[in-house]
């Protein structure tokens, strides 16, 4: 079982997202909008984040969604890193569209993505203990 961490959205331009979102009223620093990933908690341990286009594309190079600005995609925390690879097999083998294979991240995570059946990127991951 996965549980929803961050609803995240893929942006041109940092700077103007996040000077958006404070319009709003979202506490974001200012020195966040050079960064290519921003992560703000919302209630509970539910994130919202932003990925520049440029950030998305280096680490999904061949695939055209979810880098064009303006898609959304869904993030979903694992029990931990072995689940990751559970879920995804099970996604993947149950028909569904693999965009990343599992892989260690940098950020010290688990992750992978797959695609829901409107083509909407769905990451799985899990930090690393």
Do not use: K, Q
Request: with cysteine.
């Amino acid at each position: 079982m996965a549980t929803i961490d961050a609803i995240a959205s893929v942006v041109e331009d940092m700077a103007r997202t996040l000077d958006f979102y404070r319009l709003l009223g979202f506490d974001i620093p200012t020195s966040a909008n050079t960064n290519g990933y921003v992560s703000i908690d919302l209630e509970g341990e539910l994130h919202l984040a932003w990925n520049t286009a440029a950030v998305e594309r280096t680490i999904n190079p061949d695939r055209e969604r979810p880098t064009a600005p303006g898609s959304m995609g869904l993030t979903l925390r694992c029990a931990d890193p072995a689940s990751v690879d559970v879920l995804f097999r099970a996604v993947v083998e149950a028909g569904h569209t693999a965009v990343l294979e599992p892989f260690d991240a940098p950020w010290g995570a688990r992750h992978c993505r797959v695609l829901d059946p409107d083509g909407n990127a769905v990451d799985l991951f899990a930090p690393f203990p």
